[in-house]
């Protein structure tokens, strides 16, 4: 095969998803909570050949996408005014827990509200039944009012535990916990705002920031420094594929030639 044409196709490939990296960056600039994402290159096995005057001159195949690293830095606030939207001023992560699967996921995007569930009360050893019937009398669910995000995922408190609302003392005080990680590197996106842990990020503990009421953290996506990024790679793209249709001409022609 002819080298210069799968070093342009892979190049040309790497472009691309690169470019799905900055789309989605640019996609998200208004949602809360983002944390944009960097992908890194490195390069393929190469070698060195040797050149004029004996210099030495590397040989390779291109380079590839590495990784994908997530920005945690933060941008800036807005303030909402909202009673149930939260902004952590310093490190750590809100903490979501998942009713359907059990999972627990962490995020920065406070946009909560007061959703409305019903709990099955515990049955006692010996339940209650109709003295006239025998049959066991069936508890009535109880209405409970949590504070959870926008996909009916709780909010947990420092201790872990879900955070209930009185619906007519809406303005008390919630203790809405910040949790953290000593490592962010490798953190794994469940969607666009919330992240799953690995064993890599280490212990889960109590994060030094503070939970903000009626705030709200932005994106930390700069739109403009992603266009430039853009631009910069639909060049590299174009290059790369100028190369591979170069590179098959060459390859025809000296085909060609043989021929």
């Given at each position: 095969m002819n080298m210069s044409f799968?070093?342009?196709?892979?190049?040309?490939?790497?472009?691309?998803?690169?470019?799905?990296?900055?789309?989605?960056?640019?996609?998200?600039?208004?949602?809360?909570?983002?944390k944009a994402e960097k992908a890194s290159f490195s390069q393929l096995m190469y070698r060195d050949v040797i050149g004029i005057d004996e210099a030495e001159l590397p040989k390779g195949t291109g380079t590839r996408i590495e990784k994908t690293a997530t920005d945690f830095s933060s941008s800036g606030y807005f303030d909402t005014g909202y009673l149930f939207d939260y902004a952590i001023v310093g490190d750590g992560f809100f903490a979501l827990y998942d009713p359907k699967n059990g999972e627990i996921s962490f995020t920065r995007d406070g946009s909560f509200s007061m959703s409305q569930f019903f709990t099955t009360p515990a049955q006692s050893e010996e339940p209650e039944t109709d003295p006239v019937t025998g049959e066991?009398?069936?508890?009535?669910?109880?209405?409970?009012?949590?504070?959870?995000?926008?996909?009916?995922?709780?909010?947990?408190?420092?201790?872990?535990?879900?955070?209930?609302?009185?619906?007519?003392?809406?303005?008390?005080?919630?203790d809405?916990?910040?949790?953290?990680?000593?490592?962010h590197d490798g953190m794994r996106h469940a969607d666009a705002a919330r992240f799953l842990p690995t064993e890599k990020n280490g212990a889960l503990y109590l994060g030094t920031g503070e939970a903000k009421r009626g705030m709200i953290e932005l994106s930390n996506v700069d739109?403009?420094?992603?266009?430039?990024?853009?631009?910069?790679?639909?060049?590299?793209?174009?290059?790369?594929?100028?190369?591979?249709?170069?590179?098959?001409?060459?390859?025809?022609?000296?085909?060609?030639?043989?021929?």
């Open positions: 799968y070093t342009a196709s892979v190049g040309a490939m790497m472009q691309q998803r690169r470019m799905n990296v900055q789309a989605n960056n640019i996609a998200n600039v208004n949602h809360y909570g983002f066991v009398i069936q508890s009535e669910p109880e209405e409970v009012w949590r504070l959870s995000d926008n996909y009916g995922r709780f909010v947990l408190d420092s201790q872990g535990g879900f955070i209930e609302i009185d619906p007519e003392h809406k303005d008390a005080n919630l809405v916990g910040v949790f953290d990680y000593a490592i739109l403009a420094h992603e266009f430039i990024k853009v631009i910069e790679s639909q060049r590299a793209y174009s290059y790369a594929l100028k190369m591979c249709m170069t590179s098959d001409e060459i390859e025809t022609t000296i085909n060609g030639l043989r021929g």
